[in-house]
């Protein structure tokens, strides 16, 4: 199946918000072709198992922490023949008034990533997109909870200034986990109790984690 039609800002003073979440566990599931409005994206990330993305005929096996990017107006559909437990976030254009964060002005304050939606033509996958795991969980909260937009507008455009940040890096996996565990420490400082808390934060082996941060 051939498919191309790169993403669109329909209306740049618009933003994107969260309009339909779905976090499961899909075991033996096989699912149709859909589509999602012009304009939409669709964030799917891996927490635990396998899976395959089918985008217009193009195949992506995923696997846990892998961030799958849909341009939802593609015909799309998950294919999980084991076990795999997905987040899956639809963004649609919508009009918000008064808007804080238009698509306009934050491509015009991040040119990257208005390359980012120029290529978005099917899909893309993040491997790594352990870092913003709890960002895309904020914004199922709060959609699921308060639904406070504005709030939700900042939330949703601070994940896609980390999508792009992420596509970018140039980083070493070595370098990332450092930097992730500096990270961990600064914020967790008086909290943390031992150095499995950190292990199992960043998904490595604590002997591994020591020696690279040594380094």
Same mark, same amino acid.
């Given at each position: ?19 339909? @979440?779905?976090?499961? +566990?899909?075991?033996?599931? #096989? ?8 304009? &939409? @994206?669709?964030f799917n990330y891996i927490?635990?198992? *396998?899976?395959?993305?089918?985008i217009a005929g193009e195949?992506? +096996?995923?696997?846990?922490? +892998? !961030? ?5 107006? *593609? ?7 084991? &076990?795999?437990?997905?987040?899956? @976030? ?5 009009? !918000?008034?008064?808007?804080?964060? *238009? !698509? ?27 870092? @913003? ?18 709030? !939700? ?8 200034? $980390? ?6 890096? $140039?980083?070493?996996? *070595? ?11 600064? #914020? ?12 199992? #934060? ?9 020696k690279i941060f040594r $380094?």
């Amino acid at each position: 199946m051939a498919y191309e039609n790169a993403y669109q800002i329909t209306n740049p003073d618009c933003v994107l918000l969260p309009e339909e @979440i779905c976090y499961m +566990n899909w075991q033996k599931y #096989y699912m149709d072709y859909h589509q999602h409005p012009a304009g &939409s @994206i669709e964030f799917n990330y891996i927490v635990e198992g *396998t899976c395959y993305y089918d985008i217009a005929g193009e195949i992506y +096996n995923l696997k846990k922490r +892998n !961030l799958m990017i849909v341009n939802g107006n *593609t015909p799309h559909k998950l294919i999980s023949p084991d &076990s795999c437990i997905n987040m899956s @976030i639809n963004y649609y254009q919508s009009e !918000l008034t008064p808007s804080i964060g *238009t !698509l306009s002005a934050l491509v015009k304050a991040y040119p990257c990533l208005g390359t980012f939606f120029q290529h978005l033509n099917t899909g893309l996958v993040i491997q790594n997109a352990r870092n @913003i795991f709890h960002l895309l969980e904020e914004i199922c909260n709060e959609t699921n909870n308060k639904k406070d937009p504005y709030y !939700l507008n900042i939330l949703v455009n601070k994940a896609l200034i $980390e999508v792009v940040r992420l596509l970018s890096a $140039e980083k070493s996996p *070595t370098d990332t986990y450092v930097e992730q565990i500096k990270n961990y420490i600064n #914020y967790h400082f008086f909290s943390i109790e031992n150095i499995d808390e950190i292990a199992s #934060y960043v998904a490595l082996n604590k002997v591994y984690l020591q020696k690279i941060f040594r $380094e």
